[in-house]
């Protein structure tokens, strides 16, 4: 290895929402066609990567629906719905269930420690 080049070392996902929110972002920068990033963090796999990861896991009856639309709906809101809000509370337990089940998905592919 030369001088020029450096190692880039990929940053783990904390956490099933971090990974979810990142997905989401990701996909609205690249739907954009924006392409300025300041900072940019190499991750241990690529939107399709994730997109597949779901799909794999909503064919497989792991994530239903309703799950899918919490996800999105509060992915878009880029927060979680919050179990002591009463209009929330349903959704938290959705939103809850589907981050273990994602969680546990991307554990098992080594982007979350």
């Known amino acids: 290895m030369t001088q020029t080049q450096s190692i880039i070392i990929a940053e783990k996902f904390q956490s ?20 300025v990033r300041a900072n940019p963090t190499r991750r241990p796999c690529e939107i399709l990567d994730v997109e597949t990861m779901i799909t794999k896991l909503y064919l497989s009856g792991k994530l239903t629906d309703e799950q899918l639309n919490v996800m999105k709906k509060y992915g878009d809101k880029r ?13 938290a337990a959705k939103w809850k269930i589907a981050m273990e089940v994602l969680e546990n998905a991307a554990q098992k592919s080594g982007w979350i420690d």
């Open 16 to 35: 099933a929402e971090q990974l979810w929110f990142w997905f989401l972002y990701s996909r609205a920068v690249r739907n954009d066609f924006s392409r």
């Open 79 to 91: 927060r979680a719905p919050h179990q002591h809000i009463w209009n929330e509370n349903k959704d």
